[in-house]
């Protein structure tokens, strides 16, 4: 079974590491948590990543119980409250789906990057209380090429493209070989431009049907 360290090229070069160092060097509160770091590639294996799901960077708030960022994008630890964003894509997922639009879910999406869905922010880092703050720190060159590395090595990938940020990624997508579902973010300010009713859990599990891939238990 492939190691992402030996498909990524800057992975097999020890740059994460680099980053790593940088991230958490400087003296400021950084999230997610070390530990929680490279969750979303440790969760999901090369071989078995089926579903990309792409975000901008981690959340940088902290609760009650701790920072809502733990590696894997749009997802908080079960107990958080949930994030707007995510709220709407629990809402999607519900009444496409289910049939029902106040469904309840887990907000920790690790039961998701089980099944093959790789849930990868472009910056792995963030400032406590900063958007973007790592927007800079070079994260953006290595999971560029974790998402090319994918495009090139895998087929029957769905890609995951909401709002313009990950739409920008498109360009790194063989769209031949893979499936990319573009619609707007599931943020409140863009939920109802297009995301909300677009049918992408549904088209995903389709397209994935369609190649012999097991659907996804959203």
Same mark, same amino acid.
């Given at each position: 079974?492939?190691?992402?360290?030996?498909?990524?090229?800057? /992975?097999?070069?020890?740059?994460?590491?680099?980053?790593?160092?940088?991230?958490?060097?400087?003296?400021?509160?950084?999230?997610?948590?070390? +530990?929680?770091?490279?969750?979303a590639l440790e969760k999901t294996?090369?071989?078995? #990543? =089926?579903? +990309?799901?792409?975000?901008?960077? &981690?959340?940088?708030? $902290? =609760?009650?119980?701790? &920072? $809502?960022?733990?590696?894997?994008?749009?997802? +908080? =630890?079960?107990?958080? !409250?949930?994030? &707007?964003? /995510?709220?709407?894509i629990f809402k999607e997922i519900?009444?496409?789906?289910?049939?029902?639009?106040?469904?309840?879910?887990?907000?920790?999406?690790?039961?998701?990057?089980?099944?093959? +869905?790789?849930?990868?922010?472009?910056?792995? #880092?963030?400032?406590?209380?900063?958007?973007?703050? %790592?927007?800079?720190?070079?994260?953006?060159?290595?999971?560029?090429?974790?998402?090319?590395?994918?495009? =090139?090595?895998?087929? %029957?990938?769905?890609?995951?493209?909401?709002?313009?940020?990950?739409?920008?990624?498109?360009?790194?997508? @063989?769209?031949?070989?893979?499936?990319?579902?573009?619609?707007?973010?599931?943020? &409140?300010?863009?939920?109802?431009?297009?995301?909300?009713?677009? @049918?992408?859990?549904?088209?995903?599990? $389709?397209?994935?049907?369609? %190649?012999?891939?097991? !659907?996804?238990?959203?």
């Amino acid at each position: 079974m492939e190691s992402w360290e030996e498909m990524v090229p800057l /992975l097999s070069l020890g740059y994460h590491r680099e980053l790593a160092e940088k991230a958490y060097g400087g003296g400021e509160k950084v999230f997610p948590h070390k +530990v929680d770091l490279f969750a979303a590639l440790e969760k999901t294996s090369f071989s078995e #990543t =089926r579903v +990309v799901i792409i975000g901008q960077d &981690p959340y940088f708030n $902290e =609760r009650d119980l701790g &920072p $809502e960022a733990h590696g894997l994008c749009f997802s +908080v =630890r079960q107990g958080q !409250p949930v994030p &707007p964003s /995510l709220r709407n894509i629990f809402k999607e997922i519900g009444s496409s789906v289910y049939g029902e639009s106040d469904k309840r879910f887990n907000s920790d999406l690790s039961r998701w990057a089980q099944q093959g +869905v790789l849930l990868l922010n472009a910056s792995l #880092t963030v400032v406590a209380g900063r958007a973007n703050s %790592h927007a800079r720190l070079g994260w953006h060159s290595l999971t560029d090429d974790i998402i090319e590395t994918i495009s =090139r090595q895998k087929e %029957h990938v769905v890609f995951m493209l909401w709002g313009a940020f990950a739409q920008k990624k498109q360009s790194l997508i @063989d769209g031949k070989r893979h499936c990319l579902l573009s619609t707007s973010h599931p943020s &409140p300010l863009s939920a109802y431009r297009g995301f909300l009713g677009s @049918d992408v859990f549904v088209r995903c599990n $389709e397209y994935l049907g369609e %190649h012999g891939l097991e !659907p996804i238990v959203w």
